[in-house]
């Protein structure tokens, strides 16, 4: 099944710490797509405000042995959209969480929606 997540940049609330969990930098993309691959998320970020910080998704999994918190970051500035592509187990459920890196090691979330099964 194929969880494709079309985020966009969020108010800043609840912090999480990056460097504990696992983070990729998205691919610059024109708008977002879809995949083909089986198991394998899209995750797209839109940073909508031109404030100097890159805009988060982070993804918690509440799957065992799986990573809890997965970030897609997009630096590419404002108005742009990022992809990052992730391979989860599909049952377990997932909660999206948008906002913005403030510095390394500190950044804001707020709570957007969850899904499972996918």
Same mark, same amino acid.
């Given at each position: ?8 940049? &969020? /108010?800043?609330?609840? %912090?999480? !710490? ?7 930098? *998205? ?35 509440? &799957? /065992?042995?799986?990573? %809890?918190? !997965? ?7 404002? *108005? ?39």
């Amino acid at each position: 099944m194929i969880a494709t997540i079309g985020l966009a940049f &969020a /108010a800043l609330i609840a %912090p999480f !710490r990056i460097h504990d969990y696992h983070c990729q930098t *998205g691919k610059h993309v024109s708008e977002p797509g879809h995949t083909d691959k089986c198991a394998e998320a899209e995750v797209y970020v839109k940073d909508r405000k031109a404030d100097s910080r890159a805009a988060l998704a982070a993804i918690r999994s509440y &799957a /065992a042995g799986d990573p %809890p918190i !997965r970030f897609c970051r997009n630096n590419h500035g404002n *108005g742009t959209w990022a992809v990052c592509t992730f391979n989860w187990p599909e049952g377990p459920k997932k909660e999206v969480h948008v906002g913005a890196l403030v510095s390394y090691t500190n950044l804001h979330t707020d709570y957007k929606c969850s899904f499972s099964n996918n």
